[in-house]
T-cell receptor, first 116, second 113 residues
Framework: DAGVIQSPRHEVTEMGQEVTLRCKPI?????LFWYRQTMMRGLELLIY????????DSGMPEDRFSAKMPNASFSTLKIQPSEPRDSAVYFC??????????????FGSGTQLSVL | AQSVTQLGSHVSVSEGALVLLRCNYS??????LFWYVQYPNQGLQLLLK??????LVKGINGFEAEFKKSETSFHLTKPSAHMSDAAEYFC???????????FGTGTRLKVLA
């Protein structure tokens, strides 16, 4: 398996622009996470999907952020409009939820987002 | 509620020396504990995990960790550091029946030649 695939690897945009990050989870996994990593806050869970349904979006910073999972093999995280404080590395991770527990997360390589 | 504290944001060891990265947790239910490693420009990879059973768990690349309930600790060790061990290490806590992971703030390991 190719692992979790994220695109793009790097994104540089100007404040106010729309940004879309993409993720292809590992085939067969039923859980998908979006995390944001910054020096100040470390790894923050933004949103969690199970079987394509958003279960927990309490970590989404504000209405400028939205995430979708239209099918089991694709998810997007959109920021509109983007702001400089959104600059971070965004990770997607997938897992198999067994007995209500995700015992191993598989992370993508991340998208380095810079908002100027 | 669950939380994780990693002591030391930066640790330096000489090549061949013992690696000890500290992790303490707080959990109101029996915890599942994890160590993940992040190499530069990569995502996190699972090193090892404790769920139930044997409290000393062995992972990849010669790392191991011991779950000590009385000390609420899950420290990561490796007898002899290698240059390739230089990376950032994250401790995480979860629990049976929950999807949530709580990650620590990470410890950056530097290995000196």
């Amino acid at each position: 398996d190719a692992g979790v695939i994220q695109s793009p690897r790097h994104e540089v945009t100007e404040m106010g622009q729309e940004v879309t990050l993409r993720c292809k989870p590992i085939s067969g996994h039923n859980s998908l996470f979006w995390y944001r990593q910054t020096m100040m806050r470390g790894l923050e869970l933004l949103i969690y999907f199970n079987n394509n349904v958003p279960i927990d979006d309490s970590g989404m910073p504000e209405d400028r952020f939205s995430a979708k999972m239209p099918n089991a093999s694709f998810s997007t995280l959109k920021i509109q409009p983007s702001e400089p404080r959104d600059s971070a590395v965004y990770f997607c991770a997938s897992s198999s939820l067994v007995g209500g527990t995700n015992e191993k997360l598989f992370f993508g390589s991340g998208t380095q987002l810079s908002v100027l | 509620a669950q939380s994780v504290t990693q002591l030391g944001s930066h640790v330096s060891v000489s090549e061949g020396a013992l690696v000890l990265l500290r992790c303490n947790y707080s959990s109101s239910v029996p915890p599942y504990l994890f160590w993940y490693v992040q190499y530069p420009n990569q995502g996190l990879q699972l090193l090892l995990k404790y769920t139930t059973g044997a409290t000393l768990v062995k992972g990849i690349n010669g790392f191991e960790a011991e779950f000590k309930k009385s000390e609420t600790s899950f420290h990561l060790t490796k007898p002899s550091a290698h240059m390739s061990d230089a990376a950032e290490y994250f401790c995480a806590v979860s629990a049976s029946g929950t999807y949530k992971y709580i990650f620590g703030t990470g410890t950056r390991l530097k290995v000196l030649a």
